[in-house]
């Protein structure tokens, strides 16, 4: 694998079976200063076989790389208070295609309406997670007892760690069932990623 140097806008590789793609970065990574953001799966899985000349092996085309998100943070603000936790979550990126997430949230407090939260949520959406772009995210569960639910619009980013980890900064807003409009904020470390 060869690093690429960061310019203006700065550089992400994303390394899948010994392919490089590269893609360039907003200002998130180009703050870095001459840092290289490096991105690679922890594996590569087949979604479908592909036919190719009579060839039933899976091609590059159906290929999807995963990305684990670890140490992640959330906070959920809205008009009933603010709602913080901690998520961990797995992105599936197609070669060719929209990347899907899975996340597991564990509430863990809260302000407002919301104090002394807690709660379990799980978050499912397609869009960009792992890199730079839009998603959407839909989160249902418990807090506090009561259903929650909410539909989340919003663009992803990519920074780095002091430490060297590449870190996936998610941003945007949308709706809470019972609680209206809410503006969101998730932040977690991409496990196959490092910055140099």
């Not at 943070?73 to 599936?92: D, I, K, P």
């Not at 978050?123 to 418990?142: C, K």
């Amino acid at each position: 694998m060869r690093l690429l140097e960061m310019g203006s806008r700065g550089r992400i590789a994303l390394v899948s079976a010994g392919v490089l793609a590269a893609m360039g970065c907003d200002s998130a990574v180009s703050n870095h200063g001459g840092q290289t953001l490096v991105t690679a799966p922890s594996s590569l899985m087949r979604r479908t076989d592909a036919t190719v000349g009579g060839d039933t092996s899976s091609t590059l085309g159906s290929a999807a790389a995963i990305f684990t998100l670890t140490n992640g943070e959330f906070w959920f603000a809205g008009q009933q208070g603010e709602l913080r936790g901690t998520y961990t979550g797995v992105v599936s990126a197609p070669i060719n295609g929209s990347s899907t997430v899975q996340m597991s949230l564990q509430v863990t407090g809260g302000t407002g309406a919301l104090a002394n939260a807690s709660g379990t949520l799980e978050g499912v959406g397609h869009g960009t997670f792992a890199g730079e772009g839009r998603f959407t995210l839909s989160i249902d569960g418990v807090v506090l007892g009561e259903k929650f639910q909410a539909t989340l619009v919003g663009a992803a980013g990519l920074g780095c760690t002091a430490a060297g980890q590449v870190i996936s900064r998610l941003r945007g807003e949308g709706t809470v069932a019972t609680g209206g409009r809410v503006d969101m904020r998730l932040e977690s470390q991409v496990v196959e990623g490092f910055c140099s």
